[in-house]
């Protein structure tokens, strides 16, 4: 797991890893529980897209929380080395 940053979402900081084995970004909370928001795919597809974890599908449905999300992982994903 490699620690890229963090961001907030709505007053709540959203911390973001990479997963080397699985080739993605998990999203977590740095403060709420349950800590897992999701998961950003990048491989295998067209367009990345955001795996959201059941206990957050309402919060996320908010103001479009998960398109931000990933919006935001993405562009940190473009911005690392080899990316």
């Known amino acids: ?3 890229l940053g963090c961001f907030e979402v709505d007053e709540r900081v959203v911390e973001l890893v990479w997963s080397v084995l699985s080739g993605t970004m998990l999203t977590s909370f740095r403060d709420i ?3 897992r928001i999701g998961t950003v795919v990048f491989g295998g597809r067209s367009e990345p897209s955001f795996v959201a974890q059941p206990g957050h599908l309402d919060w996320l449905a908010y103001e479009n929380r998960a398109a931000r999300i990933l919006e935001a992982a993405v562009q940190l994903f473009e911005e690392q080395p080899g990316s």
């Open 1 to 3: 797991m490699v620690p």
């Open 33 to 35: 529980e349950p800590h």
